[in-house]
C-alpha cells in the first residue's frame, strides 16, 4: 500500500486558489460602476438566455464571472435567501450586506472543505440606496473574502487591467450614458493595449435605478435603448457641434 | 412554495394546525369586490369596510392588491388570512419571475391562486373561508381578464363583469344592467364605483363612500401599461360624481326597458 504524497495546507490552499483563479479568468469579464441615478451593470455577455446579471432583491442586483452553472445556483440561492427574508420580516430587511455574507460563507465553506472542488466564480453584490451615498458594492472573490468596493469595480479574465483604467477614469455623478461608455470602453482593452470593439448586441446591461417609481429597481437595458444610450455620447458631442455650427451659419 | 414547504412548512398557511373549535371564530371580514373588463384593460374595485359579526371592525382597511405588473388581487372573506394569502401569490410570481427569468402567464398565476385557495379549505370550513378575485392583463392575448373562485379553489374565468364577497348579489346585478361592451377606462372606473355603491345600498357589511372620512373606494386599473391604482383624488372625484345624481336619483342610473 502507497502513502499519499505529503502535501503542506499552504500549498494545498495555493492549489485550490490557483485553479479557480484560472477558471474565472477564462470567463470574460463585467463591469459594476455607480453612476448619478444608480449603480450600472455592463458585461460582454454573447448569450441572450443565459444572464450574467440578475435581480435578487428591490434594491439589490447580482453580477457574476466565471463557471455558469456554479453562479446561477449561487444566484438562486440569493434570491430564495432574499424573498424568504423579505417575507418573514419586511422587505426593508433585506440588505446587501446580509446577501454578501451569506455568500461569503457559503464560498468560503466551499472553498476550504478538501472533498468539493472550489466555485470557480466572482460574484458582485450591489444594492442601490436612496442617495449616491448609501450604495453599497460588494466583491466575492472564490475564497469567500469579502471587499467593500466604492466606485467602480471589475471582476472577471482582464479584472486588473480594467479597474486599474477604472479607478483612473471613474468620477461621481457621471450620467447613465457616460458611466456605460465608459465601461465599455473599460471593457474592450485588451491586456497587449490594443482596443478591440464590442458591438452593442454583444453587450448585457442592466441597472439598479434609484429613480423608477416601482419598489423593484433592477431594470435590464437591451435593444433600441442600449444602442440610444451608447450613441448619445458621441453622437449628442457631435449634435452639439453641429448646432453649434449651424449656430453660427 | 415548494422550497417553503420543505424547509419551513410552518410558515405556509395550510400547514397550521388549527386548534378544535365550537361554532363560528369571530375575525374580520372583508365584503365587495368587483371586477369589470374593457376594450384594452381591466378594472378591479373594492370597497373599504371589514366587519366582524355585526361590528364595522374598519373603515379603511384595503383589499385590493397588486399581485405583479400585469395583475391585480382583490380580497373576500377572512380579513387576516386573505391578506397573508395575497403577500404570499405576490412573493411566488416575484420569486419565479426573478428564478426563471419571464413572467407567468395569466392562466399559470390564476391556476397557483386556486391551489393557495384549495390549501385553505380546512379553514374555510371553520368559516375562516377566502374568496378573491383575480383580475390581469394578459400580454399574450391583448386583453383584460377576470378569474373568480370558490371557496375549495374551482376557479372559472368570468366575461364582462364579476363580483365577490357578501354585497356581490347587488353588485352583480347593477353591473349587468350597466355593462356595455365598449366601455372606456373612465366609464368602467365609473361602472364599477357604481356597483360598489349599489352594494352599499343593500348589503350592511359593504361600505359606501365615506364623505365625511374622506375614505372612497379603492379603484385599480390593469392595462398594457401595468398596474395603477387612481389616487385618492381620482377615485373621490368618481365618488362625488355618482352621489351628485344619486340626490336626484336615489337608486341610480336608470336602463331601459325593452
Redesign the interface.
Known sequence: MSTPFYVSPQQAMADRAEYARKGIARGRSLVVLQYADGIVFVGENPSR?L?KF???YDRIGFAAAGKYNEYENLR?GG??YA??R???YDRDDVTARGLANVYAQTLGTIFSSAGEKPYEVELVVAEVGETPDGDQIYRLPHDGSIVDEHGSVAVGGNAELISNYLDQEHREGMSLAEGLKLAVKALSRESNGTQREIPAERLEVAVLDRTRPQA?KFKRIVGRQLSRLLEVDGASTEAESSTEGSDEE | MDFLSEHQPEMLPGNRRLPPTQGVIEAPHGTTIVAVTFPGGVVLAGDRRATMGNVIAQRDIEKVFPADEYSAVGIAGTAGLAVEMVKLFQLELEHFEKVEGAQLSLEGKANRLSTMIRSNLGMAMQGLAVVPLFAGYDVDREKGRIFSYDVTGGRSEEHGYAATGSGSIFARGAMKKLFRDDLTEEQATTLVVQALYDAADDDSATGGPDVARRIYPIVTVITEDGFRRLTEDESSEIARSILERRLEQPDGPRAALL
Open positions: 438566455a444572464h440578475s435581480e435578487i438562486i434570491v430564495r424573498d424568504l423579505g417575507y418573514t423593484r
